[in-house]
């Protein structure tokens, strides 16, 4: 009995089949032929507290990097959320504005669904 019920818990649930992602699968980098501009974007992360915007040229770079080399299909940076001036448009804007917006909310405090005076 409870042996059985075990087992069909870890079934998937029936519903819609998985999706693969958008762009289908891509190489690895085993060659490592794009690790360095890896690296600089990991190391921007780190030294920008994890804000993708401070580290967009590098992010640019990296993607560019791996279809030069044919490790993921050419495709144009403004599809994949770069502008042409090198920064990735009106999401970062929005991002940009939630996160100023958290900011202030440690700073001054704040009761979760009390409306801001």
Do not use: W
Not at 11 to 22: E, I, S, V
Not at 46 to 52: D, G, I, L, V, Y
Not at 60 to 82: N, P
């Amino acid at each position: 009995g409870a042996r059985r019920m075990a087992s069909f818990a870890s079934l998937p649930p029936k519903g819609l089949p998985p999706r693969p992602p958008d762009k289908g699968s891509f190489p690895l980098d085993h060659f490592r032929e794009c690790s360095d501009v890896k690296s600089e974007y990991m190391d921007c992360l780190k030294q920008n507290r994890m804000k993708a915007d401070a580290c967009k040229k590098l992010s640019a770079s990296y993607l560019k990097c791996r279809m030069d080399r044919k490790l993921m299909a050419e495709e144009e940076l403004s599809r994949l959320g770069f502008s042409q001036h090198g920064g990735s448009g009106e999401r970062v804007k929005a991002a940009d504005m939630i996160e100023n917006e958290m900011d202030q909310k440690k700073k001054t405090g704040f009761v979760a669904g009390v409306p801001r005076k």
